[in-house]
């Protein structure tokens, strides 16, 4: 039986790819997040107030460029 991959080491193999594909993991996290969110009785989804500015270090790049490789990967 396989084991249970913990965060920590998600978290360390996470380390170990490229900013752009951390980036394309965090928006993949945030999105299955958002699904769950909506979708499970009793959690309500927090005001985008919130969270605005949250990310300001993280965006470097062309967003024209990131959503397009967003959507590259989605139709795989």
């Not at 927090?46 to 790049?61: E, F, I, V």
């Amino acid at each position: 039986m396989p084991a249970t991959p913990t965060l920590e080491k998600i978290s360390k193999l996470a380390e170990q790819l490229p900013p752009t594909e951390q980036r394309q993991l965090i928006t993949r996290l945030v999105i299955n997040i958002n699904r769950q969110t909506r979708s499970s009785p009793g959690i309500t989804a927090a005001a985008p107030d919130k969270y605005y500015g949250t990310g300001k270090n993280l965006w470097t790049g062309d967003a024209t460029q990131y959503v397009r490789t967003l959507r590259e990967d989605r139709s795989l």
